[in-house]
Each structure stands twice: as C-alpha cells, then as structure tokens.
Nanobody
Framework: QVQLVESGGGLVQPGGSLRLSCVAS????????IGWFRQAPGKEREEVSC????????KYADSVKGRFTISRDNAKNTAYLLMNSLKFEDTAVYYC?????????????WGQGTQVTVSS
C-alpha cells in the first residue's frame, strides 16, 4: 500500500523551529520529486517547497525563503522540512506529496497532513 505519513507538527512560539518528516511506504522516494504544501484555515493550499528527483533543483515559496529547508534521506525513505524563524502566518496544516517533478507535474500521492501552530 502506497502511503505518505507526515509528523513533527505542533505548537511553537514565534521565532521557534520545527522539523517535519514525511515517511514513505509502498514505494521509494528516490524516484520521486517531493513537495511540501500547506493550507491555512480559509485559504487555498499553497506550495511551500519542492525538491527534484535528483536533488539538483529546489524551489521555495517567497514567503519561506531563507527560513525553510527541504531535504530527503533516501536510505530512510524520508523527506524533511526544517522550519526556522517561524511566524504566525506559518500556521497551517502541512502536507507532503510526491510526483514526477517540481515544475509542470501533478503530485500523485499525498499524506494526511500535520498541524503546525505558531502562537505566543
């Protein structure tokens, strides 16, 4: 069974950090591009970051550039999103997804999401 499971969300104060994990089962991540997305209440889902299959290309939303870092560990079949200097506006449910590429491709498998709440 193909599955993506996110973890690592939680409640954090502004300026704090969290590292989200996305563990894949039923397939290997090394043949997929990996995207992180988020959706805040009342807002549309937005792409936060994406890493290409070969890790040679990475993109970030302007709102998270310089604060978030996407990575993967193919040996652990896991992707990560390190989030530093968190802001109130980063509060959302975060999802990981896999696809054939980061530009112009659909993401076919999605996780169930993990809640990130930035609050003082």
């Amino acid at each position: 069974q193909v599955q993506l499971v996110e973890s690592g969300g939680g409640l954090v104060q502004p300026g704090g950090s969290l590292r989200l994990s996305c563990v894949a089962s039923g397939f290997t991540l090394d043949h997929s591009a990996i995207g992180w997305f988020r959706q805040a209440p009342g807002k549309e889902r937005e792409e936060v970051s994406c890493i290409s299959i070969s890790d040679s290309r990475i993109k970030y939303a302007d709102s998270v550039k310089g604060r978030f870092t996407i990575s993967r560990d193919n040996a652990k079949n896991t992707a990560y999103l390190l989030m530093n200097s968190l802001k109130f506006e980063d509060t959302a449910v975060y999802y990981c997804a896999t696809g054939a590429g980061c530009w112009g491709y659909e993401f076919d498998y999605w996780g169930q999401g993990t809640q990130v709440t930035v609050s003082s």
